[in-house]
């Protein structure tokens, strides 16, 4: 079954587990700007480069640069079915973008997760990935400019999705499992099942 998703959340949310799952569940590729961007800088690509110190200081990587490198990745075969994007689009000019791409395609998003998190909880997360993980992003100030840029351009996106009636607000604090389910719940009464 095709299942075109995205996720949003602050910092910290979880997303990005969360999206792992869903799209092992439903058999559909995740695609995850911030890992292609890290994917990149690791290998030192050209775009790696470029990217590099904007990643790092929080920032957001300029607009047309980060839609080329969804559209290119969305023309991949195994996309052709569904995808779940997670980290774009991230403002309005990139949800236009997107928009126009799918257009384009003749298809649009079938559902947003939006996990709800508080303030609190997902800066208390991060610093924990901190200490585990030590992302070069996760620095205090990049984390405070992360944050600041969610509340801001990211946030106001689900303001857009949700006139569209296909925002899905999900409770993301609790055990991983139960807020999978969460998402589960969700989308089965949007009519996208698990393949298995
Ligand atoms: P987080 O959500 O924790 O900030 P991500 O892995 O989603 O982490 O993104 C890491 C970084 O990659 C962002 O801070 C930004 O610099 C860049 N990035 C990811 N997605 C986008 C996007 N849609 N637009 C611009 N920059 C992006």
Redesign the pocket.
Known sequence: MSARLLIVGP?GSGK?TQGVRVGAALDIPVV????V??ANVAEGTDLGLQ?KS??DA????P?EL?SAVVRDRLAQADAAQGFLL?????NLA?VMHLDEFLEGRDEKLDAVIALVVPREESLSRLTARAAEQGRA?DTEEAIAT?LGIYERETAPILDVYGTRGIVDEIDGVGDLDEITARIFAALEARGLRPAR
């Not at 995850?32 to 890992?35: E, K």
């Not at 929080?58 to 990587?61: A, K, N, R, S, T």
């Not at 997670?86 to 991230?90: A, L, S, V, W």
């Open positions: 910092q990005g995850s700007t911030g890992d961007f890290r990217v904007i990643i929080g920032d957001l990587v607009d980060t997670d980290g774009y689009p991230r990139q992003d992360r």
